[in-house]
Nanobody, 124 residues
């Protein structure tokens, strides 16, 4: 059974930081591209960040470039999302996802497996 479990969400003040982790079991992420998406109430799921199999190439949504960093540890089967300089508009449920094959890393339909999500709230 494939499981992706996000952790690290919570309440943070504007300008603060959070680090999300995605622990994966049932598959080896070495053979998967990993992505992060978020969804705010009433909005569509939005691409946040993605990283290719080897970790060499990273991709970011325009709204988070320069503030968020994604990484992967294939040995630990773990993906992470470091979020700095958080803004109230970053408030959302954050999901990690794994993709087996090709396709646009920024697109929801590219991904085969999803976590249950973790809430991030940025508020003073």
């Amino acid at each position: 059974q494939v499981q992706l479990v996000e952790s690290g969400g919570g309440l943070v003040q504007p300008g603060g930081s959070l680090r999300l982790s995605c622990a994966v079991s049932g598959i080896t992420i070495r053979s998967h591209r990993m992505g992060w998406f978020r969804q705010a109430p009433g909005k569509e799921r939005e691409f946040v960040a993605g990283v290719e199999w080897s970790g060499t190439y990273e991709y970011y949504g325009d709204s988070v470039k320069g503030r968020f960093t994604t990484s992967r540890d294939n040995a630990k089967n773990l993906a992470t999302l470091q979020m700095n300089f958080l803004k109230p508009e970053d408030t959302a449920v954050y999901y990690c996802a794994a993709a087996v094959g090709g396709g646009d890393i920024r697109t929801v339909s590219t991904y085969n497996y999803w976590g249950q999500g973790t809430q991030v709230t940025v508020s003073s």
